[in-house]
């Protein structure tokens, strides 16, 4: 079944003891973007996502992005399970002009991180501006919240999205294009402040050619 051939080998745990590093075969001298997942509460914390991060009252997912040259992202999540879209958030397509950090979901829409879900994989993709694959993707996102309160429709949009997720990872070996994770300090919950989160920030080339991908995958809430 091609749903489930499509997350094999896509997983990958946040445990504690783990940060993550900005992968070494970025070519800085090219277009790249940098992302981060982490986990914001209601008190101003702020921390990495990982697997054991518990869930709770106002907690969300923000996605942060930056780019060294104008191009568009996708974030999607998806339930590793079924494959349906993780919580029914809707995925998030969105321009980043240079150098401009763009956190994901946009305003008012919220991604909680409140109560036990199962693990999820998020799958962030980017497009140079000239790339035909953005223009269609965009299209089918932009349908998909306009088919938000019809279910049957909206699953068969979330399939035809991973299809084309799918089709943009032209490596075989799908391991190539998760986020690397290394032995260290977890940088834990910053209070207040600005979280520095290039810092712990994962990057990716991408090209008119070929889009960037990323794929973060943990355990749900528990």
């Known amino acids: 079944m091609r749903t489930a051939n ?64 104008k191009c568009f992202a996708l974030v999607a999540a998806f339930n590793q399970k079924d494959g349906r879209l993780a919580n029914n958030w809707m995925p998030q397509f969105v321009e980043l002009p240079q150098w401009e950090e763009v956190p994901l979901p946009k305003a008012p829409t919220k991604w909680l991180w409140e109560k036990n879900e199962e693990p999820v994989e998020f799958y962030a993709l980017f497009f140079a501006p000239d790339s035909k694959e953005a223009t269609e993707i965009k299209k089918l996102v932009d349908a998909m919240g306009n088919a938000a309160s019809d279910p049957s429709m909206l699953r068969l ?66």
């Not at 090219?30 to 907690?59: M, Q, W």
């Not at 190539?176 to 290394?182: F, H, I, M, N, V």
């Not at 910053?190 to 050619?209: D, I, M, P, Y």
């Open 157 to 222: 949009q979330s399939n035809k999205l991973r299809e084309m997720i799918s089709r943009s990872m032209v490596e075989k070996d799908r391991s190539k294009y998760l986020a690397k994770a290394e032995s260290g300090e977890l940088g834990g919950v910053l209070r207040g402040g600005t979280f520095e989160w290039r810092k712990s920030a994962q990057s990716v080339n991408f090209t008119s050619e070929k889009s960037g991908v990323l794929i973060f995958s943990g355990a749900g809430a528990r």
């Open 6 to 69: 499509f997350f094999v080998g896509a997983t990958l745990l946040f445990a504690t003891g783990c940060i993550l590093l900005a992968q070494s075969s970025v070519d800085e001298t090219k277009s790249y973007v940098r992302t981060c997942l982490t986990i914001a509460d209601n008190s101003g914390g702020e921390e990495l996502f990982h697997a054991n991060t518990p869930p709770g009252p106002g907690k969300k997912v923000i996605v942060h992005v930056d780019a060294n040259s």
